[in-house]
């Protein structure tokens, strides 16, 4: 009996061993200088899940552990690798076959079908749930949300609420889910003008899970922005590269800050994930640095790294805003500027005598008066004392007629500032008569 246990104590001790050699074996392996088949960065855990041939490793905390062999990699090169629970899926990157590792084998799990309709698609987990948004195919780009369902075995559609707006239709962007929203940006959508080409898509939309409703939240003027497996989140910041420079989004002020580039910036791989760890970046870099222990892995405080510049991205609603005041104020200042023209000389309009802004009101007798100065050049004066009753005497008439002048006069000048009076002439043919004409001063 002792021999039995002696030898099962060896046997043990000896399977420990060569497990721990095959472990180190397949950590030597790993080789960071080219791109990983399948890789997976999970923010909550700051873990970066990876698999090289038939093994599935983890990094977290500066260090690399064996997972567990899994076969059959292979027949789904190019999916996309997402951890649920501990759980690895693979998404096809084409349409909608979902693969699942289960005991050390892949086995396709969705009763959906292969097709090509959501190529560069936004693929995430919310709550446990795979998800996926946009995506290229069939010369168009989706612009609505699916699932998928582990009831059902399919993707299904999110249903959004009828009065939400829409994106354009996405692929190849920029995305992350923060505070119960998913954030999208970059990318391209399709030129429907000429759909074998594609345009750079610079507005910032939010989809709420809550609201089941899509805002269009501003504007980042990059052209080609694309989705980068390196982009992360810290702190409620979005991280992310843009032509090898580093940026950082913050979503609530719609600040962007671009970091100043350093000896160790340069370095990175930004085919690889960053991973966030107690506010540090570790990062894959490209050249070993024989300062720094691991010739793969380094860590960069990010309060240390320095800011090359910073600004204020525009949001939908102060866009429109500034752009609705402009016009307003634009109509406003043409319509006063024409008004101005309009009224910038003498007229009559039912009782009143106008003059730009200004009026005032006119008796009968002034009336008829200014009805004729200012149809004719010269107003003879008897045409005036015809407008007169033909009751009164002459010499009645002529009181009349220079009292209606003077008190023209008067109104003239308040309303006009001394810009027009009557003018009273004698005539070339006989000087004891006189015409009158209205005169801008």
Do not use: C
Not at 55 to 67: A, H
Not at 185 to 212: A, D, Q
Not at 285 to 296: G, R
Not at 371 to 397: A, M
């Amino acid at each position: 009996m002792l021999f039995v246990f002696l030898n099962m104590k060896k046997f043990l001790t000896l399977t420990i061993y060569l497990l721990n050699i095959t472990i180190s074996l397949a950590q030597s392996i790993v080789d960071f200088s080219k791109p990983l088949n399948h890789v997976f960065s999970s923010n909550e855990s700051s873990k970066i899940y990876f698999i090289v041939t038939d093994s599935i490793f983890e990094y977290q905390g500066g260090k690399v552990n064996f997972i567990k062999n899994v076969a059959d990699v292979e027949s789904i090169k190019g999916s996309k690798l997402i951890v649920v629970n501990d759980e690895f899926f693979f998404i096809d990157n084409l349409g909608g076959a979902v693969y699942k590792e289960n005991q050390n084998h892949i086995e396709r799990i969705d009763r959906s079908y292969k097709h090509k309709n959501q190529l560069a698609s936004a693929v995430f987990t919310y709550n446990d749930t795979i998800y996926k948004f946009g995506g290229y195919g069939f010369f168009g780009a989706r612009n609505f949300i699916t699932y998928f369902s582990e009831n059902s075995k399919e993707w299904e559609v999110v249903i959004e609420d009828p009065k939400s707006k829409h994106p354009p239709g996405l692929f190849d962007m920029k995305h992350f889910i923060l505070n119960d929203k998913l954030f999208v940006f970059g990318g391209s959508t399709i030129n429907l003008n000429n759909r074998n080409s594609s345009i750079s898509n610079k507005e910032i939309w939010t989809f709420s899970f809550e609201k089941k409703i899509w805002e269009q939240i501003g504007r980042i003027n990059f052209e080609n922005l694309h989705y980068s497996i390196f982009d992360f989140i810290n702190n409620d910041k979005f991280y992310f590269t843009y032509r090898n420079n580093l940026y950082r989004l913050d979503i609530d002020k719609l600040s962007l800050i671009e970091y100043a580039q350093n000896d160790l910036l340069k370095k990175i791989n930004f085919s690889f994930p960053g991973n966030i760890q107690n506010n540090y970046l570790n990062v894959f870099i490209n050249k070993f640095n024989s300062e720094i222990q691991n010739p793969n892995i380094v860590s960069i405080d990010l309060n240390n790294l320095k800011y090359k510049n910073s600004k204020l991205l525009f949001k939908k609603s102060q866009i429109n805003s500034t752009l609705i005041y402009v016009l307003i104020l634009a109509i406003f200042i043409i319509t006063l500027y024409f008004q101005y023209k309009k009224f910038s000389y003498l007229r009559i309009y039912n009782n009143y005598i106008q003059f730009r802004f200004n009026k005032i009101q006119l008796n009968e007798n002034e009336l008829n008066f200014m009805k004729l100065l200012i149809n004719e050049t010269i107003v003879e004066n008897s045409k005036l004392l015809e407008l007169l009753p033909d009751s009164y005497e002459i010499s009645h008439k002529s009181r009349i007629k220079n009292s209606t002048i003077e008190d023209l006069n008067n109104k003239l000048k308040i309303i006009s500032n001394n810009n027009y009076l009557i003018i009273k002439t004698r005539t070339k043919e006989d000087r004891r008569y006189y015409n009158y004409k209205l005169e801008k001063i």
